[in-house]
């Protein structure tokens, strides 16, 4: 049950933020569904939901679906089943509202970030998407074709040189062209986008 306390921070939400009463009835069952219960983590939110200008029922229930569903997934793509804290949460929304790539290619650069790391490394992940962001990827079809790209560009490299891998074999001359063309190789389709070995990040 409220205390007289409570409910004069709850109306503080309308005085002061600005939230019509509405959203505040959505920012309560949002917080209580997700076990916090507490009126400093609701205060919290709400100067949040204030801030970020969600101040409509359509803007909350956006909100909301995002973190159920968006979060969720992305947490599950990590192997993680659980709530996002506050730092991971801010990663998810960056790459999901300021670069605005599609769900399925954040899971994508997530489940890669796990079989390059070993671990859910949001900052690893961060340095994928930015990296694809770059290079106008906007869809899981642009990762495969740039995976293709260098899986075509890597046999033609065995196949000058006589050996699969990073041109081991050869002169000293030809040791060096392989790997600055691999270099080379790797700003032509995003040189972030590539790991300190010169292959696409994933692979």
Request: contains cysteine.
């Amino acid at each position: 049950m409220l205390s007289q306390q409570d409910m004069s921070l709850l109306f503080s939400f309308y005085d002061w933020l600005g939230l019509p009463m509405e959203v505040i009835e959505l920012l309560l069952s949002y917080c209580t569904a997700s076990g916090h219960t507490g009126m400093r983590y609701i205060e919290k939110v709400a100067i949040g939901w204030a801030e970020e200008g969600v101040n409509t029922v359509e803007k909350a229930a956006e909100y909301i679906e995002l973190r159920k569903t968006g979060y969720r997934s992305i947490l599950q793509a990590f192997g993680q089943n659980r709530m996002p804290v506050a730092a991971e949460e801010a990663y998810m929304k960056k790459w999901l509202q300021e670069y605005k790539l599609p769900l399925d290619v954040v899971k994508l650069a997530c489940e890669r970030t796990v079989m390059q790391t070993g671990k859910a490394s949001f900052a690893y992940a961060d340095r994928i998407l930015e990296n694809w962001k770059k290079a106008g990827v906007s869809a899981v079809a642009d990762v495969q074709a740039q995976d293709a790209a260098f899986a075509a560009f890597h046999q033609l490299y065995a196949e000058r040189m006589g050996f699969c891998g990073a041109g081991e074999t050869g002169t000293g001359t030809e040791r060096k062209m392989v790997k600055t063309d691999k270099i080379d190789w790797g700003e032509k389709i995003g040189n972030e986008n590539t790991d300190l070995q010169g292959s696409p990040a994933g692979i």
